[in-house]
């Protein structure tokens, strides 16, 4: 996989990475972090491979659902299981 890329809000880092590999399968993997500590992961299937970077399409997915997420997000030192449980929902719902 590799870094397509990242922000900070509310506290949180986001990380986006990119298939280079077909082993890989056709998904963003994003990880979130607080303090550069890993509090969870997913992934977001993409529509279309992406030879020459992610199409404009899956990108204004990803974007759409890391809104979503930071919406539903509580404050960093509450983040827990049920946390996480939105964030997997939120990705089911809008994938």
């Known amino acids: 996989m590799r870094l397509f890329g990242n ?7 986001f990380r986006a990475f990119v298939p280079e590999a077909a082993s890989e399968g056709v998904a963003f993997r994003v990880e979130i972090l607080h303090a550069e500590k890993p509090l969870h992961e997913f992934r977001l299937p ?12 899956d990108v204004r997915a990803l974007e759409a659902v890391t809104a979503a997420i930071l919406s539903l997000l509580p404050e960093p030192a509450q983040f827990g299981k049920a946390a996480a449980d939105r964030i997997d929902a939120t990705v089911a719902e809008m994938s």
């Open 7 to 13: 922000f900070e809000q509310k506290g949180y880092r």
């Open 46 to 57: 993409m529509h279309y491979e992406p030879r020459f970077g992610p199409d404009a399409g």
